[in-house]
């Protein structure tokens, strides 16, 4: 799948272990978890191969929610984040990031 970040601060968390931004500033272990999450999404050929993984607990969130999708980081954080397909000659599922959340905060 092909990784887009939609907040600053969630590329920030991957490409370089932490950001710049105060608000969101997460312990260690959250990041490293967050970065092996991400890289698993990105070699993912499709949203079928999550489902695979039970440690992720994949699942379609409902509510005020509805349309994204989520991974879980640990037992407190998610990633929640939405696909879509680009067709072309070869089909390339883009998968936007929402947020890096707080589970039980939502």
Do not use: W
Request: hydrophobic share 30%.
């Amino acid at each position: 799948m092909e990784i887009v970040f939609e907040k600053e601060y969630l590329s920030e968390l991957y490409y370089h272990g932490k950001t710049l931004d105060k608000k969101h500033r997460f312990q260690p272990e959250v990041i490293k978890r967050y970065k092996l999450r991400i890289e698993a999404l990105e070699s993912a050929d499709s949203i079928e191969d999550l489902y695979r993984i039970n440690a992720f607990h994949y699942e379609l969130l409902k509510g005020d929610k509805k349309g994204i999708s989520s991974i879980r980081v640990n037992d407190r954080y998610r990633i929640e984040f939405t696909t879509h397909k680009v067709e072309s000659e070869t089909v390339v599922t883009v998968c936007n990031i929402l947020e890096l959340s707080n589970h039980y905060n939502k």
